[in-house]
């Protein structure tokens, strides 16, 4: 659930991202308003509840939505406080314990039907991406036509001697065909597993990749390096495999800061195959480092790019369905450094 859906459901005020804001029939507690230590937002306060009491004896109710996003009613009390120095507050501002419920089931069950409309759109519009994606696959075999009309063994050697308009137009036709691709794991999670797995070079796919997204790489003046890659020998994986390398590269140019480099490790350790995508940017913040992954959750650093938080939680499913994982990393100090997304793919041979 986003920020302003929020707001037009909670009648209480409450806190998001460290922001305070005010209800719909409630405003912000001037005790709330005027606190430096606002450790009511403190995760680790309801490892074991889902309130905490703050100094001033007022209680903050977490509500985490199925998104992953966290939400803070704060600056409350129960009917049943009786502490003397709790009679400055107005009368509004305490609650009963029954109404905060029915509060939180409401947000619960607002964003259920938000997420079942947002599918149903999907599904609804799904044809009209399936024959977009139909075009998209004839204009990329019209431009494979005049290519192999070049010089060259193989159509690789004929693609690198096409004139850079026809270059860039291949790659374009054909990324935007593999983000069409996508849509059909949106709307079908079980497509991950569709045909069998057959035997795929990973470093081959990364850098076929890293060529399609070239003229996003020039935007921003980025240069891909890669480590130790090469090395590995063909995994079974699924198809729909490819789109992870799609998502990962494409993260690391969006978030990346200009004139940088991403790095690009794939690493053979006998048994499994591993994959290292790091980029210089803003850090993902600690509360956010396995929210990330989470269907439609966008983190505070998306919020000036576009997309609705599916390419992670996509990653996420592609490497569950081949018994692997992939994980979040920060290195450096402060809030800019070295964002790691680490993928381990064991080798299973069914």
Sequence with gaps: MKLEEFKSISPYPFIYHGNLNDGLKLMQNNSCTGC????????????????????????????????????????LLFDEDSNPTLKKFKKNYFVDKTNIQVVIDLINNVEGVIESKILN???????????????????????????????????????????????????????????????????????????????????????????????????????????????????????????LPLILIDNAIKYSSNDRSIEIGIYEHGDSVSVHVSSFGKFVDD??????????????????????GMGLWIAKTLCEAHDGSITYEKNGYGNYGQNVFKVHIPRLES
């Design 121 to 243: 759109t999907i599904e609804e519009h799904f044809s009209v991406f399936h024959d977009v994606k139909t075009t998209a696959t004839t204009v990329t075999n019209c431009a494979e036509n005049l290519i192999n009309k070049n010089k060259g063994d193989t159509f690789e050697d004929k693609l690198q001697n096409s004139e850079n308009e026809l270059f860039d137009l291949y790659n374009s036709i054909s990324l935007l065909t593999e983000h069409l691709g996508m849509i059909d794991i949106l709307v079908n999670t079980n497509k991950v597993k569709y045909a069998r797995k057959k035997p795929i070079n990973v470093f081959q796919l990364f850098e076929r990749f890293s060529r399609l997204l070239r003229n996003n790489t020039k935007k921003k003046n980025l240069t891909i390096n890669w480590h130790d890659s090469g090395r590995v020998n063909d995994i079974q994986l699924y198809p729909a495999f490819q789109f």
């Design 287 to 308: 509360s956010e480092s396995e929210k990330i992954f989470e269907k439609y959750y966008r983190g505070e650093n998306s919020q000036n790019n576009e997309g609705i």
């Design 36 to 75: 430096k230590r606002l450790d009511c937002i403190d995760e680790s306060n309801y490892e074991d509840k889902n309130y905490y009491k703050c100094y001033k004896d007022l209680r903050t109710f977490k509500v985490s939505t199925n998104n992953g996003n966290s939400f803070f009613l704060n600056g």
